[in-house]
T-cell receptor, first 115, second 114 residues
Framework: EPEVTQTPSHQVTQMGQEVILRCVPISNHLYFYWYRQILGQKVEFLVSFYNNEISEKSEIFDDQFSVERPDGSNFTLKIRSTKLEDSAMYFC?????????????FGPGTRLTVT | KQEVTQIPAALSVPEGENLVLNCSFTDSAIYNLQWFRQDPGKGLTSLLLIQSSQREQTSGRLNASLDKSSGRSTLYIAASQPGDSATYLCAVRPPSYNTDKLIFGTGTRLQVFP
């Protein structure tokens, strides 16, 4: 069964460093999302992406964050200058709404630890 | 602003019991509602999606109902098994003309013991 994959599974970085989290959505999906979950808290929406542009972003998604679909298969989240409070589990998701299936499928997540 | 709450926060039951997990949302204007399972340190596995026009959805031992007017959904798990132990999350999607993001609840942590 097709699934969303994410790399790396765990990333440790120092405060102020740039990180890139990578995702491979399900191949025929056209809608892509990033969410995050700080330990012990709710899963929070960050950004949605369709047709090579951001559809919506949350208040969390400030100028330090960016997303890109560099090729036909990858979808990336970049954090330019990480802060301690960016430590969280980051989930990528994709959906295929064009077919009427609105279900969002999530990847296994990348645990980001900022020290 | 849409708020999603799940009760109870944690539940521990013996194997074989039938369970009901609750999800409440403050704004009845939703496009759909999705139930997920999250194992410790893992990603989210989609269990069921209910469109706003539907009353319920079933998958195996799982049945999810939706009462939009009262802002509630329930996830019914029949004949629970230890393998059902996980955190169950519900998430609502506001009407599609506004957004396609999901707004998540706090989750119910379920433990089924043999």
């Amino acid at each position: 069964e097709p699934e969303v994959t994410q790399t790396p599974s765990h990333q440790v970085t120092q405060m102020g460093q740039e990180v890139i989290l990578r995702c491979v959505p399900i191949s025929n999906h056209l809608y892509f999302y990033w969410y995050r979950q700080i330990l012990g808290q709710k899963v929070e929406f960050l950004v949605s992406f369709y047709n090579n542009e951001i559809s919506e972003k949350s208040e969390i998604f400030d100028d330090q964050f960016s997303v890109e679909r560099p090729d036909g298969s990858n979808f990336t989240l970049k954090i330019r200058s990480t802060k301690l409070e960016d430590s969280a589990m980051y989930f990528c998701a994709s959906s295929d709404e064009g077919t009427g299936n609105y279900e969002q499928y999530f990847g296994p997540g990348t645990r980001l630890t900022v020290t | 602003k849409q708020e999603v709450t799940q009760i109870p926060a944690a539940l521990s039951v013996p194997e074989g019991e039938n369970l009901v997990l609750n999800c409440s949302f403050t704004d009845s204007a939703i496009y759909n509602l999705q139930w997920f399972r999250q194992d410790p340190g893992k990603g989210l596995t989609s269990l069921l999606l209910i469109q706003s026009s539907q009353r319920e959805q079933t998958s195996g031992r799982l049945n999810a109902s939706l009462d939009k007017s009262s802002g509630r959904s329930t996830l019914y798990i029949a004949a629970s098994q230890p393998g059902d132990s996980a955190t169950y999350l519900c998430a609502v999607r506001p009407p599609s003309y506004n957004t396609d993001k999901l707004i998540f609840g706090t989750g119910t942590r379920l433990q089924v013991f043999p």
